[in-house]
Nanobody, 125 residues
Framework: QLQLAESGGGLAQPGGSLILSCAAS????????IGWFRQAPGKEREGVAC????????YYTDSAKDRFIISRDNIKKTIYLQMNNLKPEDTAVYYC??????????????????WGQGTQVTVSP
């Protein structure tokens, strides 16, 4: 059973940066796409960025392009989300997730089997 644990959330000022981490355990990640999703109060959960764990192919939704970077450390079995130039509208609970679908399907259609518990990100002056 694959387990995902997020960390690194917190409070940031507009224009600031945060790095989220997602530590995976319990299963090999070789065939999985791993993604970051977020859900703001009163809004639906949406994809942010996804990465194929084996070949490193990435996919970003419009909310993340040019500001966020997803990466992985195969030795540590950890996936990162570097968030730059944060905006108040980035405030949300951020979730790490895993699935066997393609990175685009995962990010755009939320085809996800495994979810982490989430970490709160708040962007405020």
């Amino acid at each position: 059973q694959l387990q995902l644990a997020e960390s690194g959330g917190g409070l940031a000022q507009p224009g600031g940066s945060l790095i989220l981490s997602c530590a995976a355990s319990g299963s090999t990640l070789d065939y999985y796409s791993i993604g970051w999703f977020r859900q703001a109060p009163g809004k639906e959960r949406e994809g942010v960025a996804c990465i194929n764990y084996s070949d490193g192919i990435t996919y970003y939704t419009d909310s993340a392009k040019d500001r966020f970077i997803i990466s992985r450390d195969n030795i540590k079995k950890t996936i990162y989300l570097q968030m730059n130039n944060l905006k108040p509208e980035d405030t949300a609970v951020y979730y790490c997730a895993a699935d066997l679908s393609t990175v685009q399907s995962m990010c755009e259609r939320l085809w996800v089997v495994y979810w982490g518990q989430g970490t709160q990100v708040t962007v405020s002056p």
